[in-house]
């Protein structure tokens, strides 16, 4: 599962991030809202690299932006597989998202948290991250679907929901050892 998880949440990821681009530079079209340079100060801070004042090299920033989108889709791809699919699991990702640009961006000391933030900067930023844990989550998916079900799912067929009289799938039908 994780040779196939690692390829194809590395193109949902990017998928995502594609298509949350495409979103923030139609948003910034009506908006007349900046690039952001937070994703290649970060990135410069984690390596080492020179830092500069004002505008960042678009390679950096686009290094960052979409090296995170695809990384991260792996993990969707990992839940993907394991049997966390749909709407609710794109929603569970949409907070790691959020979480792993928080901890970057605040840990580096490139951002601040987000309850300091201007209320209408704090929604397009999470607006945006939700289209991109959707669209992820959709690719990853539609990915993991081409080879059945999940163990998690697999599971919910023998009863839906929790119950106490219902042990775990036998180790031959879920991942571990």
């Not at 970060?42 to 695809?70: I, K, Y």
């Not at 597989?81 to 000391?109: C, K, M, W, Y």
């Not at 209320?119 to 999470?126: A, F, P, Q, R, S």
């Amino acid at each position: 599962m994780m040779k196939r998880a690692l390829w194809q949440g590395m193109i949902a990821g990017t998928a995502g991030g594609v298509v949350m681009t495409l979103g923030e530079k139609m948003e910034q079209a009506l908006t007349k809202r900046p690039d952001s340079h937070v994703p290649a100060r970060v990135l410069q801070r984690l390596t080492g690299m020179a830092e500069r004042e004002g505008e960042q090299p678009t390679p950096v920033n686009w290094a960052m932006h979409f090296g995170q989108a695809a990384l991260l889709g792996v993990l969707r791809s990992v839940m993907s597989h394991a049997g966390l699919r749909g709407p609710l699991a794109s929603a569970q990702f949409t907070v790691v998202r959020l979480t792993n640009d928080q901890i970057l961006e605040n840990a580096t000391g490139v951002g601040a948290p987000p309850s300091t933030w201007p209320h209408k900067e704090l929604v397009i930023d999470v607006l945006h991250k939700t289209v991109y844990a959707f669209t992820t989550g959709v690719v990853a998916d539609a990915l993991a679907a081409r080879v059945g079900p999940g163990p998690g799912q697999r599971h919910a067929t023998l009863r839906p929901g929790r119950h106490a009289d219902i042990g775990p799938l036998p180790r031959t039908q879920a991942y571990g050892r």
